[in-house]
């Protein structure tokens, strides 16, 4: 069974570019171009993994992670970020990696890993960002005795 990767990327000229190199390891891939596509679509099919741009011109990226990582927080989420200070903050909000682009054929090693990541793992890693950490003392309001 092929593995499913959702790409979010809002320049057709960077998804062929993902879809070309992806493609050799014959994943099943879907592309939206905007960050509520993404999000809607994350919640009608399970996927794999994603690949994210955070600098998208319908939405703000990083509230697009934001929601993705509070919906599937064992999904690896691989961010195209524009500079490390952005990845770093990707990584902070909960993404399993981050790529700066220009992207280049290490995205296909980053997210043959992390879709091969066992689930003890994912949650671990999930549970260790910065993101589980702050979301965890939330739940503690949300159940008013």
């Known amino acids: 069974m092929k ?3 959702l790409i979010v990327e809002d320049e057709r000229h960077l998804w062929e570019s993902l879809r070309d190199m992806l493609s050799t390891d014959s994943y099943d891939m879907e592309w939206v171009q905007t960050g509520h ?3 809607r679509r994350s919640i ?5 993994a994603i ?3 955070v600098d998208l011109v319908d939405t703000n990226g990083w ?4 929601c993705l990582c509070g919906l599937h927080p064992f999904l690896p989420i691989v961010v195209l970020a524009g500079s490390i200070d952005d990845g770093e903050a990707a990584s902070l909000l909960g993404a399993a990696t981050w790529l700066v682009k220009p992207i280049d054929r290490r995205i296909v ?3 043959q890993r992390f879709m091969d990541e066992p689930r003890e793992k994912r ?3 999930a549970m260790g960002s910065h993101y589980g ?7 503690e309001h949300a159940f008013p005795e």
């Open 3 to 5: 593995k499913s990767i």
């Open 37 to 39: 596509e993404a999000v």
């Open 44 to 48: 009608d099919r399970t996927f794999d």
């Open 51 to 53: 690949v994210l741009d």
């Open 63 to 66: 509230k697009v992670l934001d």
């Open 109 to 111: 090693k980053t997210v």
């Open 123 to 125: 949650a671990s890693r």
């Open 133 to 139: 950490a702050l979301r965890l003392p939330d739940l």
